[in-house]
């Protein structure tokens, strides 16, 4: 396998494709924070962790009330709205990336292409059809034994390629 660097220039970014893959990521992104922050603050309410920082609220005379549910809401929003707004500025940076590729003439990248030797495998010979246990021989319809041997056919040249065929005489 031979490797060979190549000099590739990316001159256009479709913004429709940039705002199709960005929603599809900003919206998996976005869940896996909401369910992240989720388990996180389970994990926190099992270990008692906001009850302890109300009572050191508490005891530096401050109220301090937690609602989690409340959090959730405004973990939720902040998650819609990132989403939006990453995947509005992705396909904003696609289209001057595409204004700016006009004046620079774009961006030069250089790949490592591999080319695969081929390997040609000759086709074997078609293969002869065994000959049947009993043929009829023409005589009448009786049957010739396996041990007598079949007739062969009279052999055929194939033309020469560029010559007329002409027809062979079977005497």
């Known amino acids: 396998m031979a490797v060979r660097r190549v000099r590739r220039i990316i001159r256009k970014i479709d913004p429709w494709t940039v705002l ?22 389970s994990m926190a309410l099992q270990r008692g962790i906001p009850d302890r920082f109300v009572e050191i609220f508490e005891s530096l005379t401050l109220t301090l009330t937690i609602d989690g549910e409340l959090y959730f809401r405004v973990v939720v929003m902040l998650a819609i709205v990132g989403g939006i707004l990453a995947t509005a500025l992705m396909t904003l940076s696609a289209v001057l990336y595409n204004l700016i590729s006009d004046l620079v003439g774009g961006v030069e990248v250089t790949v490592l292409e591999e080319t695969y030797n081929t390997v040609r495998v000759q086709q074997a010979p078609p293969a002869r059809v065994a000959p049947a246990l009993y043929r009829n021989g023409g005589n009448g319809g009786t049957v010739t034994p396996p041990s007598q041997p079949a007739p062969t056919p009279p052999a055929v040249e194939a033309p020469r390629p560029g010559t007329p065929a002409t027809p062979v005489s079977g005497d």
């Not at 919206?27 to 989720?38: K, N, R």
């Open 20 to 41: 199709k893959a960005s929603l599809v990521f900003n919206a998996i992104a976005s869940l896996v924070f909401v369910l992240g922050t989720w388990v996180v603050w």
